[in-house]
């Protein structure tokens, strides 16, 4: 039985045309309810990163497609990621947002689970002997580990997680790579930004190379007081930056092409930057530097995981018009100590003074939006577009064909629902 | 008092023995003093009156927009640090900001841009400073007292509850440190540009 039970007949492919969308995208509550199915559970989805929960035991929770979820390290080391629900009456079963637990307990009737999700104790069996609840446990979802990030699906007959990632791994590898010995680690913490707006907002906004011209104005002119030219600040088709739009709704805005001489001189001043700084140049170790900046390739998993900076963005829907995002900041473990403790304060610049303009653009667009007499979109920008064979679209970074893509894909799945369950 | 007899003895000393050993003294300062406040003694009721008349001093000027004078009541060597959770440190755990004096500026700056949108048309807020504790420290003072922000802009309100903790210094009390605890942080909260 289908998740979402009684589909409206909803004509996505008059919703989304090649070159316009349709605001019911981000209005509809109905649209919503389905994406949380149709969307989140079928497609494979960002859960958490392994070296978050390092010893057996550990956990953190989260969410997907609003369902609570449970990423478990089991006792043989193994990755699980579990349905955060009770076999018995439906209580969510972890209540902390991560720790470390040999059993997870329910709190209302005390059934007991392993961190793989088995039941392995119910109380007072012997009240009851006749009773059998072999077939009980916590629901599971499909995982799969890709070097260290891990992602779950409940789609019942999904792609596998290599071949779903598909073009867009190419990236993923360069970010990871760029770590000494391919190591990279996620801190605990998150950021967490919400906004009175869809989630669909922050995904067209993922690989916009437009935008940051005019929405970062100011972030761009508070490097000019330093003398740094910001790559925001130039003329943004001019430049040979390019972003690709990739299949299964991935995208990527390469940006080295246009910063020759390496992402750290064009940082602003940070603080407690020259301390390091000086520090690292006196170990001879200066050319490290760039790794206390992003990989200046933004990369896009749709639905949920935006590489941008050194941060891991997870978009997180909570209604049609709110969003929550999760800022996690990654480290570089092979790396001197100064790396992190820069990378600590460059991601902090941009979320302070750069990601306010977004949050701002995103609740105004939402409030544009409830206009109902005015329909649509515009998403033409840079029509027609030239594919490749294998269904990738490049372009200068002012093109639209990242979002076009995107949401041709969510057509898709909108369309032609998959069947999800729980294992 | 003067602002350089305020450097606590355990801070970085001039022959610290590099330059990234006098930042992680520093972020273990701000570390130590956020973890070690619910532990301290009852408060020092002489130090009651200035520490409150400073606190309030600087509410009511960052609820003005008077973000000039604001700026020009803190140190040299200030921090401002806005942890996601308590206990933290600046070294170890991400955090909403830490911001030095250059960056303290660079805010002020950003707030008067009429492009900076996170910002235009700016908050309108009312800060409700209660519960000032107040104990000497080395060159000043060390206050916690309890903030409570209501926040308006685009016709949406948010209010957001924390406590503060200010390490004050010199005969004009100064800012040389100020740490702002919003438990709310780790839910979510909308666009905190505002929070200062
Ligand atoms: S609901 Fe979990 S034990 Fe009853
Ligand atoms: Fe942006």
């Known amino acids: ?423 | 008092m003067t602002v350089a007899a305020a450097i606590p003895p355990e801070g970085p000393s001039p022959e610290a023995s590099s330059d990234q050993a006098a930042v992680l003294a520093r972020y273990d300062e701000l570390g130590e003093l956020l973890a070690g406040m619910d532990d301290r003694p009852p408060a020092d009721p002489e130090l009651w009156g200035p520490a409150s008349a400073a606190l309030l001093h600087e509410a009511r000027l960052l609820d003005a927009g008077r973000f000039e004078d604001w700026l020009c009541g803190w140190t040299d060597d200030a921090v401002l640090w806005v942890p996601l959770s308590s206990p933290a440190h600046p070294g170890t755990d991400q955090s909403l900001l830490l911001d030095d004096r250059r960056r303290l500026a660079e805010r002020v700056e950003w707030r008067r841009d009429p492009s900076a949108w996170g910002q235009q048309p700016p908050s309108r807020t009312v800060r409700i400073v209660g519960g000032v504790e107040a104990w000497p420290a080395p060159g000043g003072l060390v206050t916690r007292s309890t903030l409570l922000i209501d926040e308006h802009r685009h016709g949406r309100r948010q209010q957001l509850a924390g406590c503060q903790i200010h390490e004050l210094v010199g005969d004009g009390l100064r800012r040389r440190t100020k740490i702002l605890v919003v438990p709310a942080l780790g839910t979510g909260v909308r666009n905190p540009s505002f929070l200062l």
């Open chain 1, 1 to 423: 039985m289908p998740a979402d039970f009684d589909p409206p007949t909803i004509d996505f492919e008059q919703l989304v045309q090649p070159h316009r969308v349709h605001r019911r995208l981000y209005t509809d509550p109905q649209i919503f309810g389905l994406e949380m199915t149709r969307v989140f559970a079928a497609s494979w989805c960002y859960v958490g990163h392994e070296s978050e929960i390092p010893e057996p035991g550990d956990y953190r929770t989260t969410t997907l497609g609003l369902r609570p979820v449970l990423m478990t390290r089991g006792r043989d080391g193994g990755i699980n990621v579990l349905l955060n629900r009770c076999a018995h009456r439906g209580t969510v079963v972890a209540g902390e947002e991560r720790g470390c637990a040999k059993r997870f307990v329910c709190p209302y009737h005390g059934w007991t689970y392993s961190p793989d999700g088995r039941l392995v104790a119910i109380p007072f069996p012997a009240d009851h002997p006749a009773q059998d609840y072999s077939t009980l446990s916590l629901g599971r979802l499909e995982a799969a580990s890709y070097r260290g990030f891990v992602f779950a699906t409940l789609n019942a007959d999904p792609e596998p997680l290599d071949c779903w990632l598909g073009e867009a791994r190419e990236a993923l590898d360069t970010i990871i790579d760029r770590h000494p010995g391919g190591e990279i680690a996620v801190m605990g913490s998150p950021q967490l930004l919400e906004f009175a707006g869809n989630w669909k907002l922050s995904w067209d906004n993922a690989a916009d190379g437009l935008h940051a011209t005019f929405a970062h104005h100011s972030y761009n002119t508070l490097g000019e007081t330093v003398d740094v030219e910001t790559v925001l600040a130039r003329d943004p088709g001019s430049t040979p930056m390019v972003s690709k739009a990739l299949r299964n709704g991935h995208m990527v805005v390469d940006q080295r092409p246009g910063i020759p001489q390496g992402p750290w001189a064009t940082m602003r001043d940070v603080p407690f930057r020259e301390p390091l700084e000086s520090t690292l140049a006196d170990a001879g170790a200066a050319e490290l530097l760039d790794l206390a900046t992003g990989s200046m390739l933004n990369l896009s998993l749709f639905p949920n995981l935006i590489f941008v900076g050194n941060q891991l963005l997870v978009v997180e829907p909570v209604a049609v018009d709110r969003t929550r995002l999760q800022l996690w900041l990654t480290s570089a473990p092979g790396a001197p100590p100064e790396i992190d403790l820069l990378r600590l304060r460059v991601d902090e610049d941009f979320v302070n003074f750069g990601t306010p303009d977004d949050l701002d653009m995103f609740e105004r667009v939402q409030r544009g939006l409830s206009i109902p007499e005015m329909e649509w979109i515009d998403m033409s920008r840079g029509l027609p577009d030239d594919s490749t064979a294998d269904g990738s679209v490049y372009g200068p970074i002012t093109s639209e064909a990242p979002q076009r893509r995107y949401l041709a894909h969510y057509a898709e799945l909108m369309t032609t629902p998959a069947k999800t369950r729980a294992l």
